[in-house]
Structure formats: structure tokens, C-alpha cells
């Protein structure tokens, strides 16, 4: 419920993150340039220098008027274009591109999809870097005719190397009869990997066909050999080798100065490509039919069926049983394996043979949908999303088929990543190179707004997948399914005396008796004397009494308010009814209590039995299916019953048959039930009369006459219904409070059995929570649909043990009423507060952690009553990470309303990074270190009413020992709203105090003085 955006968030800063390419052009294509059969791509990043000869060597060749030349800048500063000079900038075979793309087999990537898409009359394109330069006037055409001739799909040429501006003698030769046979070739890859040849294998030499599919792999390093390796160990019959003349002259400006760390890289790169090399001629020896290639394995098919033989270094036994066990439960959302013997030390497999086809470029939101609904079902996700490692089943399911270290366990940021790389590509039909991890600016949810209605594909997504966790709309109020006892008036009497909390009153009397016996009719009495009071409590107020009263009305709660009249002629006609006696006009005793406005009242019933109660009593009515009404209507069937009390709580459990002999009891006056027939046709009753005014009450008028005319007045009834009422003296509003929250929940203390009169001095302790895991649902005026939904997703756990502090937190409505029989099911795991006022969070928290939980190893789990766990493991994984020693906890939360929004949590310095999202739910935290914080940590803070999140789990972080991110899958669904900018402009000042504070640590903690229990905790809560 609580909750807010982030705010005041650590600058924005370079990141890692899955983003799009953000390609455009800076020059675009002039229509010269567009119908062009080759293109010449140069990649380029802050080099312009080297960039100018490079153009000009593309200038030069002899072709150069069939040609257009494409520059991709990958993010460089800014200016770059314009020291090109002005000749470039005329030129019409010139175009230039933008992107943001991180690095070379990006980029060339980016740059073969550019063509693709853009130039439609390219057959050839030729690539160079910024920093070369092509080699003679007649390189291009040597590599263009060689290809038309061979109608190939690659050619691969020779090239030079040149030191400043010294051009050195060695050529690094493309031998056909090397490259072309495959052990020899293997046995130069191995020589040149191993550093043992000064020749390289020739790689960026290379012509390729447009529209041919052919793309770089994405490697850390070594892309170029890696592709024209597999090109020419597989695919030689699409290709052909040129020797002369060499195509580019190589810089080598920079290479003495590489990082160790790049070196490195290119030492495990090539190494791996060496592996990859003998694993790829053994194969193909093998006899074996080539199907693909890769990082991790090459996939051939023999007679035995069709097979991954997985690199040395790529993937052992082991690692593929891993797998095997992860992809287990996917209903073929991953292709089904075996794991068979293998001759090397990597792990080969064999695919349980499925009929599938292509993927297509475009598949649609539905296959797409029931993939990631398989995936997030067992908890895995399948990392490398292109076309080639997916295919489509004859029943149209998508099914990945790359088994592979990118099949890994699920996260809510992984599950995200995949969806966001199916949709482009299987929805929106863009490359597959276009979604990658690559340093941004851009937020995670910038990057992914840029696919169009993704965010709505993922929200209904994730809605399908957690079908409890739908965001609520309105609903009707539930109506009851009591019993209805259209016989009954349910009475209640009031005088001003009553203002104060007569709407709490009311509510509670009345709602309680909705849920289990229905009176026909709900009237409110209201005495209009103004004084002095017997036994007075409190001041009358009338006007607020009134007020109330309609209010109430409005509302549904009352049928119908009655003021009992004041004048002369009224009171004496109804005394005379009623006690024979019509000169006596005052309406109060000798005492002082009130005796003509309920008989006035009883006057005005139309139904025979009046249920009449003063306002002030509290019911308990433990048992919904207990027709308490029922049961009081029965014991008046015998004719000589002519009321009927209201149980008060027994020492003993069970039932207590009603009985009285006609002077044994009077009748109820605070709670009973009246039989007004056979009242009415007795009167009237004797009354005593002094100084003008009758001695006794009504009741004790009849009870006078009783022994004489055989009536009775019984008492007794089912212990599951009860009242009691509390004197006057004891009239302390937050006293009674608790007392009538615990009561109506049927939490009755020993002491309180046998009396009617409210014992305040029982023990009225809202019960422990002793479970290792306790749930804190906080919360005021939740839609019923939310609530339920939140209770729901509790219900759905697989494991229950876990105790559950509900706090309704003084709400404006009456839902409250009716929420210990909605949590009845959690019998004695449930600690009910119900507030009258609204106290705040930081109050709640103060409550439900210091005064309900006695043991410091308890694990606090937050849940808002209107959001809701998703997942049904929510539980056992947090009572894991806590028997594990964790004393924080955080996990993924989805918001409906910002399904994109994903919040990684960072336990460093929390107050210097925005709070580090250690506020977001789910959160949870052991009660030791919530009363480690010392409470000026928020007390002190501009406003506690909001921003509890904020302020009790910064502090909290910072002291943390052990903190713990459960990754996973969501397992939180927080449901809100936008908040108003006033609410905002408020949790901004909050933070911006929080921020300012010195952090929390074991030593400033030594330092400052111990901080004593909350004041007004109570004897027996801690």
C-alpha cells in the first residue's frame, strides 16, 4: 500500500543493461546510393583520422562508381563527421549511421542488418575497419568477380600490415589449399592459435553476400576468426578464397599497448577457437552431416540421430546433467535429450527427435506467450533468444533447441530480458542482434518502452501467470447470508452522553449481528435529555449525536432514528399505558435513570419482539453459523417467557440451558430479547411514584410482578454468543477499544468468564506470535476484491507455517467488522489489531514487532493487505533464508502499472544511492534488528504518517549482517496508484532528511544512549 517511486535517486550513471541499438542515419541514402550492387561498410569509433584514408582507399578502386560507401559511428564524441571535410559530405555515395552498439561483432552486425534492410539493389558487402585502408585500386573488384563467378556466398581475401606509415614486406596470404582442405586448416588454426605461425588467419578480409544471413558471433573477442573459421571448415562449397591481390592493409598502431586484461582475452579466445577446431574435424571425419555451429558445440546428424558435441572448455558431463535436471518439467519448451558417452573431454548429447520447422520472422504474441508461460513454470529461461536456436513444433509451440550454459534458472530480470528478445523478434520482427546487453545511459525501462505494446503483452502476461494476482476493480458490497428474523426490531438505545462513539458502537453491534441473525429492522433510540446524567461518563454532546445518527442512517446501518418525544402529553399518555399512572410527566426516575423513552420506544415497535441493548455493550459472536436470534426466539415458546437474556461469557465451553423461575431474574435491561405481545397485554405494571417521578425502571416494574402472574425472564444460551458491558467509571475510549476488538474476535481472558460487567483489569492482551515467520498485513480501507486477493495468495503456500499480525489501521468504513470470521481459517496463527483512529505505519510496526513478537529471531514478512505473494513457494523460501542466517530480505516486485519496472537491490550505502531499492517489496527482517534501529532513526523525521518503507528498512540495511536478495521469480505484487504531487512534494522532504542523516553502524550505535520501550507498551505484550 505504502510504497513510492524512488525519488531523489543516485545520478544517472553508465550501465549495463539490455538496450536497443537506437540506429539512424546522420547522412542518409541518396537514391545513387541505394541502387548500388556493393557496399562497402566501415565501422568506426572516435578515429577519424584513420577513418579519412580509409575512405580515400575506398575512393580509389577502380569500381568505385558501382559502389556506396556506409560508415556506422558506434557512440562517438561528438563533432566527428564534420572533420571528414566537406567532400564526403557532398558525396552521394557516402552514407553515415549512428548507433549505440558496444562492441565489433555488434557493430558489424549492425552494419550487415543495415544493408539488408536499406539497400535493396546490394549484392556485395565488403567490410573495413576505420583504422585500414584497402590495398590496391583493384582489391574490391578482385574479390567482387571471384565471388559472381563462384556465385558464392563469401569470399575471403589476403591482406598486409603496416606500422605508422611504414608498410611492412610480410603478406598475410590466403592459401586456397590451406583453407580449403579441412585438416590442413584445422593444423593452421591450431598453429596460429597456439602462437607458433606468424601467418593469421586471414578474417577480415572478407566479401560477403547481402542478404545472406551470415553474422558475426557474438564474442568477447575474436569474432572475425571465429566466423570465417566455421565458414570455411563447414560451409566451403559457399565460398571461395582469393590470394591476390591482398584486399586491406592492416594498422597495428595500437596493438603494443593492449591491456593485459584484453590480452588475455584474445589468448582464451583463441584457444577456444583451437578446441573448437579439432572437435569440428572430428566430426566432420565422422562423416556426420554438419547442421550448426557455435560458441559452445557443433550439431551434426549421422545414422544414430543428431547430436551436440560440446568444446573441451565449453561444457562437461556434469554441466549437462545440471542442465538436463534444470529443462526437466518444461512441456517442450526446450528440446528433450539424452546425455550418450563422449571421446573428449566436452559432453555430447543426443535430441529426442521432435518434427519442427523455422522459426519465422514473424510468429505472433500467442506462441510467444505460451513459451514464456513454460518457461516461467519451471523456473528457467533460455538465455541466447534468436531465430536460429528456435524452432516451431507441428503444433505450432515454439521450442528452444541451443542446449547450453544460456539455460539457466529464472530470475525476474532474466524472465524480463527473454520476453523483451522474443517479442522484438518473434512480434515485432526485428533482427536478432537488435536487443543486446550493452553499456547505456538509458534506464532499463527507457530501452524496453521502445518496443511498442510490450509493456502491455508483458503486464497481461504476467496477470495470466499469477491468475490470483488479477488488479482488482470495484465490486458490490457483499450482502449477508444470515438468517433473517423479520420478526425481530434490534433496539438500540443512546442518549447524548454517547456521541463520542456512537458510530464505532453501532457499527460493531450492528455488524456483528448482520453476519450471523438478521433482525428485520435496526432502529436507534435516542433519549433527548440533556442532564445531568446518572453514573456521568462524558459530556452529552446532542448536535454530534444527531450527526452521527443520520450519518449512520445514510450509510445503511440504521433503518429509522427515533428521538423520543419531550413534551408533557406524550410522556403521561405512555406512562399511562404503561403504569396506569398519566399525571407523572417526567421521564426519568428518582433516580435519575431513564424509564419513558423506551417504553415510548417499545410503543413504536410493529414487529413482536424488540432485541433491545443499550448502545454501549460489546457482543461476541464467535461462531457465524450460531443463529443466536433463533435460539433466544425458541426459549420464549413457552408462554410464560417473556424475555429472553443475552449470554454473557461462561467459564465453561458449551451450552447452558435458559431457565429462571418467575423470580428468579428480571428482565434484560442492557441486552435481551422482549416478547412485546405478551408485555403489552399485562400492563399495566405497578410503579411506585416519589416526588413526582416513578422509583422504578421498567424492567424492575415487571420483575416486581413476575411471581404473581407467572411470567418468566430466563437466561443461559450457547457460550458461542456473548456480551458484556463496561460501567461508566471504566469508560476510557482506547480501553474499550482494545477490549471490544478482542472480545468481538472471542479472545476473552479467564477472568472476564461469569461476569457481565467488562473486567478491565483482566488480562486483554492481544495474543503472541511465537512462529519463526510472522506476516505483517497493514492497511486501512481495502477494496474487498484486494484483500481477498491478498488473502488468497496466502492461502496458496505450500508451507503454512507462519503466524500473521493483521492490522486495520482505523478505516472509514465497517469492512473491519466482519474481519476475524474472514480470517477465521488461520485460527490460532491470527493476531488481529483492529484501531479505531488511524495511528500510521511506524506505529503499527512499533506494535506488531516490539509488543506482539517476543523472539528476536522472528522473521517479519511486510504484505500490504491490498497487494499479494505471487507465487505459491513464497514462504518456504523466505523461512529457508532464514534458517540459512539471513536478517534482511528483499525479492522481485511487479507492479501493474509499471510492468517494465524492475528493482535490483543494493545493500551498499543506501542513503548515498536513492536507498539502494532496499525499501522495495517484499521485505522482511528479523525483529533483533528492528530494535536495533534506535527510534529517533524515524521519529526524527519531518513525517512519519508516510514513507515507512523508506524509513525503516535504510536504517535497517546499513546495520544489516547478513542482507539477502531472493532472486527468482516475482514474488511480490504491489498494486497501486499514482499518488497526488502534494504527497510527493512531502516524501521528497522526507528523503531528503533520511539522505542527510549519518549512516547507521555497529560503533555509532555503541556510542548513543540505550533506547527505553515505547511508553505505552503494556504489562505481558513484550
Known sequence: MEPSDHGLDAPRTVRVALTHRQMRFLKAPSAAALDMPIVVGVTHRN?????????????????????????????????????????????????????????PAHARNALLDLVDDHFPSCRWVARLDADDSLATPQSLRALVEAGDLHGCDYVVGSHRLREGQRLLPQINRADPRTLTDPARLNAFIQS????????ELPSCNLLLRARSGIRYPLTASAEDHWLVAGLLMHASDRGCVIPEPAYAVYSLNGMATRSSKKVASWVSARKALANAADTWLVARASGATILGWGQEGVVFRNLEGTFKQFYPHAMSSLDARNIQELTRDTHGAIADFDIVPSATAGARIRYNHTATRLMPRRIGVAPIGRYLTKLYRSRVVTANIKRDNLRVTEAGELQYIDIGKDIVPLSASRFLDVAARLYAIGELGWSDHELARRRTEQTPVEALQCLPAFDVFYRDLMVALHPWGVPATAEALPTSGAPVHADVTLLLKACAQDADWLRGQVMHIVGELRRVSLPGRVVLLIDPFEGPYLRQHAAGDGARLHFEAERLKREGWLDEVWVAPRDGDAIGATHAAWFGRSDIVESHT???????????????????????????????????????????????????????????????????PYQGTPGAFPPEVRFGLLDLERILKRRPFPNTVRNRRFERMWHRALEAVQPAIGMRSVRGGDCRSRYIHPLNVDKDPDVIARIRDLFSQGVIPARQGGHWDVNPEAAWNYPHRGEAVVLLLFGRDTPSAKLDRCLESIKRQTNQAFGVIFIDDGGHTGASIGLHHKLAWLCDRLTLIRRPKHVGYIANFREAVECVCPHGDTMLVVVDQDDALLGEDVIDRIAQAREQGADLLNGPMFRPDKPLQLYPVSYHAPRSSGGGNVWAHLRAFRKSLFEKVPKSAWNEAPDTSILSDFLTMVPMAELARSPRYLDGPYVYLHDRGAYPSERKRVEQAI????????????????????????????????
Open 47 to 103: 578515429h577519424p583520422e584513420g577513418l579519412r584514408e580509409a575512405l580515400a582507399s575506398v575512393a580509389s578502386q577502380d569500381l568505385a562508381d558501382r559502389l556506396a560507401i556506409l560508415v556506422l559511428d558506434d557512440s562517438s564524441d561528438a563533432d566527428w563527421l564534420s572533420s571528414l571535410g566537406d567532400g564526403w559530405e557532398a558525396d552521394d555515395r557516402l552514407v553515415v549511421a549512428t548507433a549505440r552498439l558496444g562492441s
Open 590 to 656: 428518582t433516580g435519575g435513570a431513564p424509564l419513558f423513552s423506551q417504553v415510548w420506544a417499545f410503543d413504536q415497535v410493529s414487529t413482536r419482539y424488540v432485541l433491545q441493548c443499550d448502545v454501549d455493550v460489546l457482543i461476541s459472536l464467535a461462531d457465524r453459523n450460531h443463529d443466536v436470534l433463533n435460539d433466544m426466539k425458541r426459549a420464549a415458546l413457552d408462554d410464560s417467557v417473556w424475555c429472553v437474556g443475552f449470554n454473557i461469557p461462561q467459564q465453561e465451553p458449551g451450552y447452558k
Open 192 to 199: 596460429f592459435c597456439s602462437q607458433r605461425s606468424r601467418q
Open 991 to 1022: 528523503k531528503r532528511w533520511l539522505f542527510e542523516q549519518s549512516p547507521l553502524t555497529e560503533t555509532s550505535l555503541s556510542q548513543k544512549p540505550v533506547v527505553e520501550p515505547p511508553s505505552d507498551a503494556r504489562p505481558g505484550d513484550r
